[in-house]
C-alpha cells in the first residue's frame, strides 16, 4: 500500500490495516490517520550531522585556500606540499555546511509539526544559544592566550556576537563559522510563519514555492532587505530539507520529486558559485557527485530504508555536533600553530579533532544540558506571564 498523502475527506482518514509491500522499512510504520509517518527518531541523520561536522573540520585544518598559501600562519607552509592526499580530500571538507542545511530543513519540520510558535521560539534558543555563549568566550579567551594567528575583536563587537546577530548590523564573527547561523536565523523566521499558521502538506509545500521563486528573484532585484530576507546562497538547501521531511512524513509524489530536483539544479549552481568566489581550492564536479549522493541518500532515509540503524552512540554523536562546529575553527587551528612542529601532520590534525570531540561532549554534558534547562524554565514562566497579563 503506498503512503497517502493528506485526504481530500474526512472519510478518508480512517486507518486501514493493510500490509506495506513496498519494502519491509516502510512496512514497519504504523498506519495513522492521513498516512501520516510516526514520530520515531531518525538515528542515521545525528550520524550525518556528525560526519558533515567532520568534513568541515578537516577542511579547516586540511583543506582551505588560507593553509596552502606560502608562509601561512597555521602551518607556515602550503598545506599541500605537507599532506597533498589529504588536502586533496579535505579541499571538499566545505560541502559539510550545506548539508547541515538540508538537514536543518529537514529536522526543524520535524521537530516543529504540531508545535505553537511559542513552544517553536523556545526550543530553539535552548538549542543554540547556550554552547554558542560558551563558544565565544572560549574563542575569546583562547585568542587572548594565544595572539597571532587570528586578529581578535573589540570588546563590544565580541558582546554584540553573543546576541548571534551581528551579521545584520554588518560586525565581524567571533569565529568565521558563525556565518552560517546567520543564515539558519533567517530560515527560522521564515518558518514561523508558517508554524504560526500551522503546519500541514499543503502549507509546506506553498513555502518551498514561493521562497524558492523569492530566492531565484532576489539577486537580479538588486533590493538588499530582499536578498537579506530570501537568502538566496541558502535557500534551496532547506527547502531541499524540508521537501525530503514531507516524503517521510506523507511519502514520495512528483511534485516534491520536482521540489527536489529543481533544488539540486539551483544547489550546483550555488556550489560552483561558491567554489569561484570563496574555496578557490576543490571542482565543480567533484562538489556535485559529493553533494548529488548525499541527497540521494536522504531520500533513502526519507523513504525508510535506514530505519533499521538504531544505534544509540548515534545520538552522543549527534549532540557533539553543534559544539563541535561552533569551536574547533579558531581555537582548533591556533593549537595547530603552536604543535605543528611536534609530530606528524595528520596525526595532530586527528589529535585536535579528537580533543574537540571531548571537549564538545563536556560542553553539552556541562554547559547545554544545564543552561538549556534554565533558559527553558524561565521562557516558560516569561511567556505564561505574558498571556495572563494579555488576559486582564
Known amino acids: 500500500m503506498r503512503q497517502p498523502l493528506p485526504p481530500l475527506t474526512k472519510a478518508a482518514t480512517r486507518t486501514v490495516s493493510v500490509p506495506d509491500r513496498r519494502s519491509p522499512a516502510r512496512a514497519?510504520?504504523?498506519?495513522?490517520?492521513?498516512?501520516?509517518?510516526?514520530?520515531?527518531?531518525?538515528?542515521?541523520?545525528?550520524?550525518?550531522?556528525?560526519?558533515?561536522?567532520?568534513?568541515?573540520?578537516?577542511?579547516?585544518?586540511?583543506?582551505?585556500?588560507?593553509?596552502?598559501?606560502?608562509?601561512?600562519?597555521?602551518?607556515?607552509?602550503?598545506?599541500?606540499?605537507?599532506m597533498p592526499t589529504v588536502f586533496r580530500f579535505a579541499s571538499y571538507g566545505w560541502i559539510g555546511v550545506e548539508i547541515f542545511f538540508v538537514i536543518s530543513g529537514f529536522v526543524i519540520c520535524m521537530s516543529c509539526w504540531g508545535r505553537t510558535p511559542r513552544q517553536f521560539f523556545v526550543s530553539r534558543v535552548i538549542r543554540l544559544y547556550p554552547a554558542y555563549w560558551f563558544a565565544i568566550a572560549f574563542t575569546t579567551a583562547v585568542l587572548i592566550?594565544?595572539?597571532?594567528?587570528?586578529?581578535?575583536?573589540?570588546?563590544?563587537?565580541?558582546?554584540?556576537?553573543?546576541?548571534?546577530?551581528?551579521?545584520?548590523?554588518?560586525?565581524?564573527?567571533?569565529?568565521?563559522?558563525?556565518?552560517?547561523?546567520?543564515?539558519?536565523?533567517?530560515?527560522?523566521?521564515?518558518?514561523?510563519?508558517?508554524?504560526?499558521?500551522?503546519?500541514?502538506?499543503?502549507?509546506?509545500?506553498?513555502?518551498?514555492?514561493?521562497?524558492?521563486?523569492?530566492?531565484?528573484?532576489?539577486?537580479?532585484?538588486?533590493?538588499?532587505?530582499?536578498?537579506?530576507?530570501a537568502n538566496p546562497e541558502g535557500a534551496w538547501y532547506f527547502i531541499a530539507g524540508l521537501a525530503l521531511y514531507l516524503m517521510h512524513r506523507f511519502g514520495q509524489d512528483l511534485l516534491l520529486w520536482g521540489i527536489l530536483a529543481l533544488a539540486w539544479l539551483m544547489g550546483q549552481m550555488e556550489l560552483g558559485e561558491r567554489i569561484d568566489e570563496v574555496e578557490h581550492v576543490s571542482?565543480?564536479?567533484?562538489?556535485?557527485?559529493?553533494?548529488?549522493?548525499?541527497?540521494?541518500?536522504?531520500?533513502?532515509?526519507?523513504?525508510?530504508?535506514?530505519?533499521?540503524?538504531?544505534?544509540?552512540?548515534?545520538?552522543?554523536?549527534?549532540?557533539?555536533?553543534?559544539?563541535?562546529?561552533?569551536?574547533?575553527?579558531?581555537?582548533?587551528?591556533?593549537?595547530?600553530?603552536?604543535?605543528?612542529?611536534?609530530?606528524d601532520p595528520r596525526l595532530l590534525v586527528a589529535a585536535v579533532i579528537a580533543g574537540f570531540c571531548l571537549l564538545s561532549w563536556l560542553v553539552?554534558?556541562?554547559?547545554?544540558?544545564?543552561?538549556?534547562?534554565?533558559?527553558?524554565?524561565?521562557?516558560?514562566?516569561?511567556?505564561?506571564?505574558?498571556?495572563?497579563?494579555?488576559?486582564?
Not at 63 to 76: H, I, L, S
Not at 367 to 378: D, T
Open 145 to 229: 592566550a594565544v595572539p597571532g594567528v587570528w586578529e581578535r575583536l573589540r570588546l563590544r563587537e565580541i558582546l554584540l556576537n553573543l546576541t548571534m546577530l551581528q551579521s545584520g548590523s554588518a560586525v565581524p564573527n567571533v569565529d568565521g563559522v558563525y556565518w552560517t547561523l546567520w543564515s539558519e536565523l533567517r530560515f527560522y523566521l521564515l518558518f514561523l510563519v508558517v508554524v504560526a499558521m500551522g503546519l500541514t502538506y499543503r502549507r509546506v509545500v506553498v513555502f518551498c514555492c514561493v521562497w524558492g521563486a523569492a530566492a531565484m528573484l532576489a539577486p537580479v532585484s538588486h533590493f538588499r532587505l530582499f536578498e537579506l530576507v
Open 28 to 82: 514497519r510504520h504504523a498506519a495513522v490517520p492521513g498516512g501520516r509517518r510516526t514520530g520515531r527518531r531518525l538515528y542515521v541523520i545525528d550520524g550525518v550531522r556528525l560526519v558533515a561536522a567532520l568534513m568541515v573540520a578537516v577542511h579547516h585544518y586540511a583543506g582551505t585556500r588560507r593553509v596552502d598559501r606560502p608562509g601561512n600562519a597555521v602551518w607556515d607552509r602550503p598545506v599541500s606540499e605537507i
Open 364 to 392: 553539552h554534558r556541562c554547559v547545554e544540558r544545564p543552561v538549556s534547562r534554565l533558559l527553558k524554565s524561565g521562557l516558560d514562566t516569561s511567556f505564561a506571564r505574558l498571556r495572563n497579563a494579555r488576559a486582564e
Open 283 to 343: 571542482g565543480w564536479r567533484g562538489s556535485v557527485v559529493i553533494f548529488t549522493a548525499f541527497l540521494l541518500f536522504m531520500v533513502a532515509v526519507a523513504l525508510g530504508y535506514t530505519d533499521r540503524i538504531r544505534w544509540k552512540w548515534l545520538v552522543t554523536a549527534g549532540a557533539l555536533t553543534y559544539p563541535l562546529y561552533l569551536l574547533h575553527y579558531v581555537a582548533g587551528t591556533t593549537l595547530i600553530s603552536r604543535l605543528r612542529d611536534t609530530m
